[in-house]
Structure formats: C-alpha cells, structure tokens
Antibody, heavy 114, light 109 residues
Framework: EVQLVESGGALVQPGGSLRLSCAAS????????LHWVRQAPGKGLEWVAN????????YYLDSVKGRFIISRDNGKNSLSLQMNGLRAEDTAMYYC???????WGQGTLVTVSS | QAVVTQEPSLTVSPGGTVTLTCGST?????????PYWFQRKPGQAPRTLIF???NKLSWTPARFSGSLLGGKAALTLSGAQPEDEADYYC?????????FGGGTKLTVL
C-alpha cells in the first residue's frame, strides 16, 4: 500500500526554522516527482514546492522562494522541506503528495506565532 | 505566478447538473496545463477525481467528467447526489510549478 507520512510540524516563532519530513513506502520512490502542499486555517489548498525524481529539478511558490528548500533522499525514501525565515502566513497544515500516484499524506501542522 | 480562478460557490439540486470551471490569468487553459480536479470533504485528505484534463480513476463516480470548455478546464457533475457536497479544487501545471485554484464550495440542495 502506498503511504506518505509527514512529521516535523510544530509551533515556532516568527523568523524561526523548521524541517518537515515525509516518509514514503509502498512504491518505487525514485520514480516519482513529489510535492508539498499546504492549507492555512479557513483557506484553500496552496501548492508549495515540487522536486524531480532524482532531485535535479525543483520549483517553488513565489512567496517561499529563498526561504524554503525541498530535498529528497532516494536511499531513505524520504522527502524534506526545510523552512527558514518563517512568517505568520506560513501557518498551515503541510501535506506531501504524489500527483501520479494520487496519494496524499495525513499532514503535519506548522504554527508560526510568538 | 499565475492565478487560477474558480467559482467560490455553486449550488445544484439533487439529480441536477453543474459545471465547475478553472481558468488562468495567463490565458486559455489547455491540456498542456495538465488539469487535475480534487474533491475535499471535511476531515478527509483531498481525493483526485480527474487527472490530465479528462482521465478518471477507479473511484471516480461516472457522474463526474472533465473537459476543456471555453478556454477553461471544466468539471461537470451530471446527476448530483447529496454526497457530492464538498469543496472542489483544480490544479494546473505551469511548466514546472503548479498552482491550485481557490476552490469551489459545492452545495447540493
């Protein structure tokens, strides 16, 4: 069974950093692009970033460019999102997702507040 | 980055037909934007209904269909059921980055 399990969400102060992880299983990890998507309280889904199968290509939402870094470890079947310079508007549930496999994780909550 | 537009809310009668649309501020939506449609119900993960404009998954009810219509991606629901009440999101690809629409809250009433 395909599974994506996020972790690492927490309460963090503005300007702080956080690293989210997504553990994958049940599929050939290095064959699929992967994405991070977030949903702020009371808001819609927002695409954040994606990364190619081998990690050589990646794209970001304009508002997170220069602050967030997406990466993957194909040896460990793991996807990460390093978030720096966090702002209140980054508060959201963060999901890792595979479009091709039509699979989402359950999400991990990031709260940016003093 | 582009803005993807959806109707904020729509209402359909049980058994009725409704079309949700997905536009782009950059111009006409084409198959090159690889439109996806997701259904989101409270407390559940989003579920893909349509991918790559028209393709359904094994769990996609036959009453849902995807198309391109008037320069937009479209999701048509024919024969609405009470269980179709949900939020619907489209997702478009812009040669690397993707953008979600703001979502349509569909009420079956």
């Amino acid at each position: 069974e395909v599974q994506l399990v996020e972790s690492g969400g927490a309460l963090v102060q503005p300007g702080g950093s956080l690293r989210l992880s997504c553990a994958a299983s049940g599929f050939t990890f290095n064959m699929y692009w992967l994405h991070w998507v977030r949903q702020a309280p009371g808001k819609g889904l927002e695409w954040v970033a994606n990364i190619k199968t081998d990690g050589s290509e990646y794209y970001y939402l304009d508002s997170v460019k220069g602050r967030f870094i997406i990466s993957r470890d194909n040896g460990k079947n793991s996807l990460s999102l390093q978030m720096n310079g966090l702002r209140a508007e980054d508060t959201a549930m963060y999901y890792c997702m595979s479009l091709s496999l039509h699979k989402w994780g359950q999400g991990t909550l990031v709260t940016v507040s003093s | 980055q582009a803005v993807v537009t959806q109707e904020p809310s729509l209402t359909v009668s049980p058994g009725g037909t409704v079309t949700l649309t997905c536009g782009s501020t950059t111009g006409a939506v084409t198959s090159g934007h690889r439109p996806y449609w997701f259904q989101r119900k409270p407390g559940q993960a989003p579920r893909t209904l349509i991918f790559e404009t028209t393709n359904k998954l094994s769990w996609t009810p036959a009453r849902f269909s995807g198309s391109l219509l008037g320069g937009k991606a479209a999701l048509t629901l024919s024969g609405a059921q009470p269980e179709d009440e949900a939020d619907y999101y489209c997702l478009l690809c812009y040669s690397g980055p993707w953008v979600f629409g703001g979502g349509t809250k569909l009420t079956v009433l």
